[in-house]
T-cell receptor, first 110, second 110 residues
Framework: EDQVTQSPEALRLQEGESSSLNCSYT??????LFWYRQDPGKGPEFLFT???AGEEKEKERLKATLTKKESFLHITAPKPEDSATYLC???????????FGTGTRLQVFP | KAGVTQTPRYLIKTRGQQVTLSCSPI?????VSWYQQTPGQGLQFLFE???????NKGNFPGRFSGRQFSNSRSEMNVSTLELGDSALYLC?????????FGPGTRLTVT
């Protein structure tokens, strides 16, 4: 069964303290791995898509990497405005269906 | 470019009633997917439509149904509402697999 597991569930960081979020997955025929950011009461905001092992993508303080079994979202020198829930999802087969992990709730304190 | 829009944003219904939610995708996107988000289960896939055809369906009871129109707009319907149907219902549209989410409809069943 296709499955996505994210860790940790929650993460508290001091402003400027870099860290990484993990997303491990089990899926047959991976088409893509997606990272989203979600603020309370809002829809998920698209961040990255990774398609193959070894691929990396960056956006401001965020960098996503992908291996054959997991993905990492690295946050460099985070700011309070980076506080949100970060969701990982995988897509497989010939549909657009996303299978989500339960997310990592990130809090960055000044 | 306008994003995905969903109406209504908030809805309060009574058990046993039915509800219809609407989603307008990003212009040019032909695929629309629906998800249910609850604190306990996270984001779960409901169904996906492409060119007015249901392409995939999640593991939800038959009370949950949907459709897509020729202009790619989509609706989902929930009949005989139960307390457990209270959730944030999210719609996402896609052109090439990358899904962009709307703000969601917050449904409360009393």
């Amino acid at each position: 069964e296709d499955q996505v597991t994210q860790s940790p569930e929650a993460l508290r960081l001091q402003e400027g303290e870099s860290s990484s979020l993990n997303c491990s997955y089990t899926v047959s025929g991976l088409r893509g791995l997606f990272w989203y950011r979600q603020d309370p009461g809002k829809g998920p905001e698209f961040l990255f898509t990774l398609y193959s092992a070894g691929e990396e993508k960056e956006k401001e303080r965020l960098k996503a990497t992908l291996t054959k079994k997991e993905s990492f979202l690295h946050i460099t020198a985070p700011k309070p405005e980076d506080s949100a829930t970060y969701l990982c999802a995988v897509q497989a087969g010939n549909t657009d269906k996303l299978i989500f992990g339960t997310g990592t709730r990130l809090q960055v304190f000044p | 470019k306008a994003g995905v829009t969903q109406t209504p944003r908030y809805l309060i219904k009574t058990r046993g009633q039915q509800v219809t939610l609407s989603c307008s995708p990003i212009s040019g996107h032909r695929s629309v997917s629906w998800y249910q988000q609850t604190p306990g289960q996270g984001l779960q896939f409901l169904f996906e439509y492409f060119s007015e055809t249901q392409r995939n369906k999640g593991n939800f009871p038959g009370r949950f149904s949907g459709r897509q129109f020729s202009n790619s707009r989509s609706e989902m319907n929930v009949s005989t509402l139960e307390l457990g149907d209270s959730a944030l219902y999210l719609c996402a549209s896609s052109l090439d697999g990358e899904q962009y989410f709307g703000p969601g409809t917050r449904l409360t069943v009393t």
